[in-house]
């Protein structure tokens, strides 16, 4: 490295010409947050969910919620917005189905079979809303809480985007989808717009607007310190133009690399910007400390500086990099990207610090100005002043320092075991921005936005027909929905066949389903009367529902074809049914309550059960053809073949629910979870998979998959990859320190340190109700790789001391007096730094700042009161070497 020295101008030419190349490369930096790409291509739970998305054809859904404040949202008016919307964004490119529920499909009886028409149909604008609000019961357990809300006061329209969207297309989507609700200029209407594209657009959004403004900050702030330090502009250029040039190589590397620049990521800039100025400021700091002695060759006197401290640079940079770098062991794809290229800008700030700062100087030749000098010494008496006052407060007081460090870390342990741990997506953001609001009103209105997928396998094709695992898949469906906390909705396709055998055993259709040449499955035209009447439409036969979230859509169409040859089950057993009279109504009432099971119910639920009672549009029937008794059947081998023909009536497109149209062996089940809680994901998982083993039967495989299963993953992995990154860089720091000062035991002091500072931050934590996530996970691999230098700073100093003198106050005070300042200002630096992050757009940004401000103080006191009094008990021989 000396050889640089001889050639400055070739060095700096070099060092900034690929600067500019790494800066030419970061315009091209990509921006993803993919939350499967976070936990890994490799990763089980990703290879599943992935293997599950392929089967059943899932695509990720944008959700636009429209609340009415004072109306109904069934209102004529409401009713022509939402269908001027539904229209609008259909047009929107790689918007693959926009469902409303103005388009939305709707099964209903006919004379001689079924039919589908729209939900609403644009005839129905102008209706009664008592008459749409009938219409909206009749099918309720399927849009209830999907397209609308009981009271009827809120709905959602859903976006269906094409697979495999880029980001960039999301947010071009996106764009449009908000220009277009931007012009709904009505004060009655609230509009939220939510669903994973939304929060990934919103994240992009927020980076960007985190990069423009913390480097800025961060950058004006280092310019502060230093001038503060120096009082001179060279003083101020050069450890900026170190960490600015290590900052564009991390950059420019990522971009280089095509590594994705995530949520996370937005702290690299700011943390090597906080950390990579100290080394510049120590080369100058001992340059011009020399040349105040009065010496006037300056080359000689900077060559020998870079000599002397040369090691010692190179330490502080080995333990920041191993703090860094111990990120690597993480399994979260972003943290290990992150600790990564953190290590990679250390190591370059250190290499810029060490050729090209010293090329300059002898380029410059002009050492400090003696007024400037005198500047530094009148600010070192004022901070002697303090030093002294601290060291007779605390310093000294070594048995009263390790009682009180005694007491803290107990604290910090009990608040430790009070930390949540929890990495869901809607949290990186304030509760008061759009897409937070948008998400908690999705999840206290609709099904909610968090979502598992309970995959059921029978192994074999048409193991899905048997009505056991129907009934067993039906049953965990109600359970889910009645009895689980926090389970606002469960998609299954037993609800379809339920459906199915309702239409096809109401009053109006006849009791078989033979299958003939007139058979039409939406041509024929409606017997009925009244309100279907009134409303009947000539729309296409198709059937489609598509539920909220990125893995839940699915849609029936008419399949148009011949069923000429469908085999004609058996006779309908002869089943009646009473009628509703005046005379009869008290008994049918009873009789509904004593088959509901349950004497406090609502009215609209006493109604829906008298309509099962008196097999009103075929209630008694919406269930999974299970009793032989009630269908033209002996065995449940026969019904079986039942639901079979269903199917083959109804052949369109269950991709995303069954995995063969026919005879399906595999299913799928949309839970949807009304919290963004991690913790609440993985509760309902475990139940999931314990009502699954103890009420399925044998031969059926159940698993859970979906976002808010690899959400929930990303917790375990977030708890791992903390015990990994810590033990990691303790070991490394430890064999670092130990291999410096030659002494096991100064390796032991090194790391007693850092572990007391490190559970303050976990008690602080805990105490303060600050989760355990993506951001607070670094918190600890910083503050070893920055904390270490104030342990190995004093420790430096104490054995250059003990050599002068053999009285341990002597020598404890003035290490306090030399290193004090030193550890002081460099933590006051680096916290001020990384004090920016709080103003990120994201929470776990803020946490990460907040908390390795209080950590490089915490680290700070300890190494000036803690680290002493334990030295003054122990008397480390490795201290006072006298060679």
């Not at 996970?777 to 054995?799: E, N, P």
């Not at 030193?822 to 940004?845: D, E, Q, R, T, W």
């Amino acid at each position: 490295m000396d050889k640089l020295y001889k050639y400055p101008r070739l060095t700096i030419i070099l060092i900034l010409a690929l600067t500019i190349f790494f800066a030419l490369q970061i315009p091209n930096i990509i921006i993803d947050n993919d939350l499967y790409k976070f936990v890994g291509e490799d990763n089980p739970v990703n290879i599943e969910n992935s293997e599950v998305e392929d089967i059943f054809k899932t695509g990720e859904n944008m959700v636009v919620a429209l609340e009415s404040r004072y109306s109904r949202i069934i209102s004529p008016e409401n009713i022509q917005l939402i269908d001027t919307l539904t229209r609008q964004f259909e047009k929107i490119r790689n918007v693959e189905k926009v469902t409303s529920l103005t388009n939305a499909d709707y099964i209903e009886p006919t004379g001689d079979g079924m039919k589908v028409s729209s939900l609403i149909p644009g005839g129905m604008y102008y209706a009664d809303e008592s008459q749409i609000i009938q219409r909206l019961r009749s099918w309720e357990v399927l849009y209830r809480d999907n397209l609308f809300t009981p009271d009827y006061k809120s709905t959602q329209i859903l976006l269906t985007l094409v697979n495999d969207l880029e980001l960039d297309t999301m947010e071009t989507i996106f764009g449009q989808v908000k220009a277009i609700t931007d012009q709904v200029n009505r004060d009655d209407i609230n509009i939220y717009i939510a669903g994973i594209p939304a929060i990934l657009v919103t994240i992009k959004g927020k980076i960007y607007d985190d990069f423009i403004t913390l480097v800025p900050i961060v950058i004006l702030i280092v310019i502060v310190m230093l001038y503060f330090s120096f009082h001179s502009m060279a003083g101020v250029f050069l450890p900026l133009l170190n960490v600015l040039i290590s900052t564009i190589w991390a950059i420019g590397l990522m971009a280089l690399l095509k590594e994705p620049f995530t949520m996370i990521g937005t702290g690299i800039p700011v943390i090597l910007i906080s950390v990579g100025s100290a080394y510049g400021i120590h080369l100058l700091s001992h340059t011009y400390d020399e040349m105040a002695k009065g010496y006037t060759d300056f080359k000689a006197v900077l060559m020998n500086v870079v000599k002397k401290i040369r090691p010692a640079i190179l330490l502080a940079g080995l333990t920041t990099m191993a703090g860094f770098g111990s990120l690597i062991t993480s399994s979260i794809v972003p943290m290990r990207n992150m600790g990564l290229f953190l290590a990679y800008g250390v190591a370059v700030a250190l290499f810029v610090a060490l050729t090209l700062t010293p090329s300059i100087l002898i380029l410059r030749q002009k050492p400090l100005k003696k007024a400037n000098v005198e500047k530094a010494d009148g600010g070192n008496s004022l901070m002697n002043r303090f030093l002294i006052a601290f060291y007779e407060l605390l310093t000294k007081r070594s048995l009263r320092n390790i009682a009180f460090a005694t007491i803290v870390l107990v604290l910090s342990v009990i608040g430790t075991t009070k930390i949540l741990v929890d990495t869901n997506m809607i949290d990186n953001f304030e509760d008061s921005t759009p897409i937070s609001r948008a998400d908690a009103f999705v999840n206290e209105n609709f099904g909610g936005s968090t979502l598992l997928t309970v995959v059921v396998d029978g192994k074999e094709d048409g193991s899905l027909l048997n009505p056991e695992i129907l009934k067993a898949m039906d049953d965990m469906a109600d359970y889910l929905e009645n009895s689980v906390e926090l389970v606002g909705k469960v998609t299954s396709f037993t609800e379809f066949v339920k459906r199915m055998n309702q239409v096809m055993n109401a009053p109006s259709a006849p009791a078989d389903i033979a299958a003939s040449t007139d058979t039409d499955l939406g041509g024929s035209e409606n017997s009925g009367s009244g309100f279907d009447d009134e409303f009947d439409t000539d729309e296409e036969s198709s059937f489609s529902f598509e539920e909220f979230g990125d893995e839940s859509s699915f849609s029936f169409e008419d399949s148009g074809g011949d069923f000429s040859k469908a085999p004609s089950p058996p006779k309908s057993p002869s089943v009646t049914f009473p009628s509703l009279s005046d005379d009869n109504l008290l008994e049918i009432m009873e009789d509904a309550l004593a088959q509901s099971g349950n004497a406090d119910i609502s009215a609209a639920e006493l109604i829906d059960a008298m309509k099962r009672v008196t097999n009103e549009a075929g209630m008694a029937y919406y269930e999974i053809p299970y009793d032989p008794a009630k269908y033209p059947a002996t065995t449940r081998e026969e019904l079986k073949n039942l639901v079979a023909q269903y199917l083959l009536l109804y052949s369109g497109n269950l991709s995303e629910l069954i995995n063969d149209p026919l005879e399906p062996g595999m299913s799928r089940m949309i839970v949807q979870i009304k919290s963004p809680m991690n913790a609440d994901a993985i509760r309902i998982d475990r139940l999931i998979t314990d009502y699954a083993r103890e009420n399925f039967p044998d031969g059926y495989e159940v698993r859970v998959v979906g976002s808010g299963k690899i959400l929930a993953s990303l917790n375990k992995m977030v708890l791992s990859s903390q015990f990994s990154s810590i033990i990691s860089a303790l070991m490394i720091v430890f064999f670092i320190i130990a291999f410096y000062f030659k002494s096991i035991v100064a390796g032991l002091l090194g790391i007693a340190n850092l572990i007391f500072s490190i559970m303050i931050n976990f008690g602080v934590m805990g105490f303060f109700g600050i989760k355990l996530d993506m951001g607070s996970s670094i918190v600890a691999s910083v503050a070893i790789g920055i904390g270490i230098d104030y342990t190995i700073h004093f420790l430096t100093r104490y054995r250059e001391e003990s050599r002068l003198s053999s009285d341990k106050d002597i020598i404890t005070k003035n290490t306090l007096l030399s290193s004090g300042k030193a550890i002081i200002f460099n933590a006051l630096a680096v916290a001020a730094g990384f004090a920016v992050l709080m103003k990120s757009n994201f929470v776990p940004i803020k946490s990460l700042g907040l908390l390795v401000c209080l950590t490089m103080m915490t680290s700070a006191f300890s190494a000036l009161t803690v680290l002493p009094s334990i030295i003054h008990l122990f008397n480390p021989k490795f201290l006072y070497d006298k060679r």
